[in-house]
Structure formats: C-alpha cells, structure tokens
C-alpha cells in the first residue's frame, strides 16, 4: 500500500518510508518522508477522504518543503 515508494502513477522521487493507515474516525492517513539534497521532510497527512487524495496531497506537501 505505500504508493510513494512502488514505482506506480504516485511514485515521489526520494521517498525513503511511509506508513498508511485508515479508520472510520481518521478517514485516510499518511505518515511520509523523503530525502533530496541532503534535505529530508516527514509529512504527515490526516483524514482524506479517499486514497487518491492521501497520495496527491501528500506529493504536493513535500513538494512545497522542497520548494
């Protein structure tokens, strides 16, 4: 389930570790992080409401720390 990592259409260039989760509650999360430049971020994102969006959001979030 870690789609920054696999390779696939939400793959994020220096993805380094992950953990997804989802509840009822805390709808879909994504705890994340990547290297560049010697840089690293950890995001974390809370309550998406679907698995696409977990994903998207969370490459526009890194994308921003790298910015």
């Avoid at 994504?30 to 995001?43: E, F, K, N, V, W």
């Amino acid at each position: 389930s870690n789609k920054l990592l696999s390779g696939g259409a939400y793959a994020y260039a220096g993805a380094c570790g992950m953990k997804t989760g989802t509840t009822d509650g805390a709808g879909n999360c994504l705890i994340s992080c990547a290297t560049r430049d010697g840089r690293q971020i950890l995001c974390v994102l809370l309550g998406a409401e679907k698995d696409s969006i977990r994903y998207s959001e969370t490459t526009e979030l890194l994308n921003l720390g790298f910015f």
